[in-house]
């Protein structure tokens, strides 16, 4: 492929994180995980999530990342919360902006990912390819043949 790529990734429940392995394993690429710092577990974290999600908030994350210039192409990942951008990837946009060439895949139990995507395009740039993917997908592996033809996007 000849760029160096980085796979970034916030995962609550685990089907972003299954995502964010697969491109990385079949692109041989570098993957990192955003790790909030907020306590997100329980009842009332859930909702208060939902929240800081649906009104655009921020969140402390750990900024243990690589060199970020050092990569031709940031490939971002995130479920969806309330049809929002999470707080944790909104955070790492802010933090560490990417000029370089992205792409952009989400996780959802259902309804539409269009204004996360659309969100995280107004804070990088174009992306090359996105990639949406519904919860059940990724339980009964159906996601893997549609993660195939994402790389291939980004690759070509």
Do not use: H
Request: charge should be positive; include cysteine; charged fraction near 30%.
């Amino acid at each position: 492929m000849g760029k160096k790529s980085l796979v970034v990734y916030y995962s609550k429940n685990g089907n972003t994180k299954k995502v964010a392995e697969r491109i990385s394993e079949i692109l041989w690429c570098d993957i990192e995980e955003i790790k909030d710092l907020e306590n997100r577990n329980g009842k009332w974290a859930y909702i208060k999530s939902c929240i800081d999600a649906k009104f655009g908030r921020f969140t402390s994350i750990d900024e243990d990342f690589p060199e970020i210039k050092k990569y031709d192409l940031i490939i971002i990942g995130t479920p969806t919360w309330a049809g929002s951008l999470t707080p944790a990837v909104r955070t790492f946009i802010k933090e560490y902006g990417t000029s370089k060439n992205v792409a952009f895949f989400c996780t959802c139990g259902g309804g539409n990912t269009n204004s996360v995507f659309k969100e995280m395009e107004t804070k990088t740039k174009k992306p090359i390819a996105i990639l949406s993917l519904k919860d059940k997908e990724i339980q009964d592996l159906s996601y893997i043949p549609k993660v195939l033809e994402f790389v291939e996007r980004l690759k070509g």
